[in-house]
Structure formats: C-alpha cells, structure tokens
C-alpha cells in the first residue's frame, strides 16, 4: 500500500491537544491582525465516536513538537487510515 502525506488520517485529539491548536490559532491572530476568525470557527470536527478527521501532514505539523516519550500527548497514539481510492 502506498500513502501519501495528504491522505487523510483520523485520529482522537486530546483537551492537550486542542489547546495546542488553541493557542497555535491565537498566535496567527497576533502575526496576522486582519485574521479575525475566532477558534470556535476553526476547531476541528470531531465525529460522534471522537475522532477528527485531517491530512497526515498537518498532524505532524501541528503536534510533531508535542510527541515524545513520557510526557502528555496532544493525540491518543491509534489513527486510522482512511480507504485509498
């Protein structure tokens, strides 16, 4: 099977997590002050089971810096790939 970094992924993002993309929004609102959206507006979806469907490469680019070996996770660790047609 072949994956593409723009496939998309779902996975469950933690109350760690939303306030990482939280505080990722507030600070696109200080670098770009005619960006007046607020982050209701913006929240990722979550399904009815909890997860929240997004491309591969922006889960890595919004939580890489916040993976790592003991420490609180802003994602819990299973995804599930969505079928490739």
Do not use: A, C
């Amino acid at each position: 099977m072949v994956f593409n970094m723009n496939d998309y992924v779902k996975v469950k993002i933690t109350d760690f997590g939303f306030k990482i993309l939280e505080e990722q929004h507030q600070d696109l609102l200080k670098r770009i002050p005619t960006y007046d959206t607020p982050f209701e507006e913006v929240r990722p979806r979550v399904d009815e089971s909890g997860w929240t469907k997004m491309q591969l490469w922006m889960i890595m680019q919004k939580f890489g810096p916040y993976m790592g070996m003991v420490q609180e996770q802003p994602i819990e660790i299973n995804i599930t790939i969505e079928e490739i047609k």
